[in-house]
């Protein structure tokens, strides 16, 4: 059974960092494209950030130049490194495979996800 644990999230002042991990089980994650995602209240759930199985990256228009994402393949584990956090980075963010077809086979789980909230 897959499982996708998100943790590093916090409460950080505008300007600050911060430094979230995957951790995921029951899906060998190195086989597929993997992603981070963040949902705010009140707006849809969106991609900010992808990573290939041969580890080229991606990233949302709002968060280039400020996060990076990784991978350790060998742990099965993603990270997503933050930086000069904005109050508009405030969401909770969750990590899952990019490819709608592969979530589909998962049954659109996710994770409980993590809280990133960024004061101004």
């Known amino acids: 059974q897959v499982q996708f644990v998100e943790s590093g999230g916090g409460l950080v002042q505008a300007g600050g960092s911060l430094r979230l991990s995957c951790a995921a089980s029951g899906m060998p994650s190195s086989l597929n494209d993997m992603g981070w995602y963040r949902q705010a209240p009140g707006k849809q759930r969106e991609l900010v950030a992808s990573i290939s199985k041969g580890g080229s990256t991606n990233y949302h228009d709002s968060v280039k130049g400020r996060f990076t994402i990784s991978r350790d393949n060998a742990k099965n584990e993603m990270y997503l490194q933050m930086n000069v956090l904005k109050p508009e980075d405030t969401a909770v963010y969750y990590c899952?495979?990019?490819?709608?077809?592969?979530?589909?086979?998962?049954?659109?789980?996710w994770g409980q996800g993590t809280q990133v909230t960024v004061s101004s």
């Open positions: 899952n495979a990019v490819s709608s077809f592969v979530r589909s086979l998962l049954h659109d789980y």
